[in-house]
């Protein structure tokens, strides 16, 4: 018997193929989880760089550079071992590792997210701040209602090639005992001592994710073009 056949026979006759949709399944929620998380958190941060010159703003923008210097100069895998082995006991939650990986994905998109974000407000003219504030919005308003869907539309392709690195970062789950897609070809790998195939399985896994995101980015981008042109 061969090592495709092996790898069939672990995959199809003892059932194989639920672990790897589980670990799929896994994979997709931590990384979808945690662009949305960083979307959001990485928003508010690039917000509050360019907050209108002020105490409060200073030091809301020395809170969001320490919060980028960290996460950007630190491996991703020494983050989620600090939050599986670190935060989470030290203030007493019990949390699925599941939850407390996608937490940590979240809390590290973030910081790249913000700096995207950031360049993609900066990219959106003056004069929107300006006409939002002229018929009564507050900052955050205008902010919020004007400026940053224009910022979203911006960045969408750079938002797309974040969320295709999250996907791949996530097969570091496994150091906190996350049975992600990674980690079921491991097992599988490990069950018949046979690792060439299931990695090369394991490859093609990630290629197609990357490509079904790739394509759905396209999508978008011709999308928000056609709507550009109304």
């Known amino acids: 018997m061969n090592a495709w056949e092996i790898f069939w026979r672990q ?41 209108p010159r002020g105490r409060v703003a200073r030091v809301l923008g020395w809170i969001s550079n320490i919060y980028v210097a960290l996460f950007r100069g630190t491996p991703m895998v020494v983050q989620l071992l600090i939050v599986h082995f670190v935060l989470f006991p030290a203030i007493g939650l019990h949390i699925p590792a599941e939850v407390e990986g996608t937490i940590a994905f979240g809390m590290n998109s973030g910081a790249y997210i913000c700096e995207i974000m950031r360049g993609g407000i900066l990219s959106v003219d003056k004069g929107q701040m300006e006409a939002g504030r002229a018929l009564g919005l507050g900052y955050g308003r205008t902010m919020i209602k004007v400026v940053l869907p224009q910022a979203v539309k911006n960045v969408v392709p750079t938002l797309g090639n974040e969320f295709i690195a999250l996907i791949k970062e996530t097969s ?38 990357v490509l079904i995101v790739t394509l759905v980015i396209k999508i978008i981008e011709g999308r928000l073009r056609a709507s550009d042109r109304r």
């Open 11 to 51: 995959l199809i006759d003892y059932e194989g193929y639920t672990l790897v949709l589980q670990g799929l399944r896994t994979t997709v929620i931590i990384a979808v989880c945690g662009l949305l998380i960083g979307l959001v958190l990485g928003s508010i941060l690039a917000i509050f760089k360019l907050l």
């Open 172 to 209: 570091v789950v496994s150091f906190i005992a996350v049975v992600d897609v990674t980690r079921a070809f491991q097992a599988i790998a490990n069950s018949t001592y046979e690792y060439i195939v299931p990695y090369l399985m394991l490859a093609v896994v990630y290629l197609v994710l």
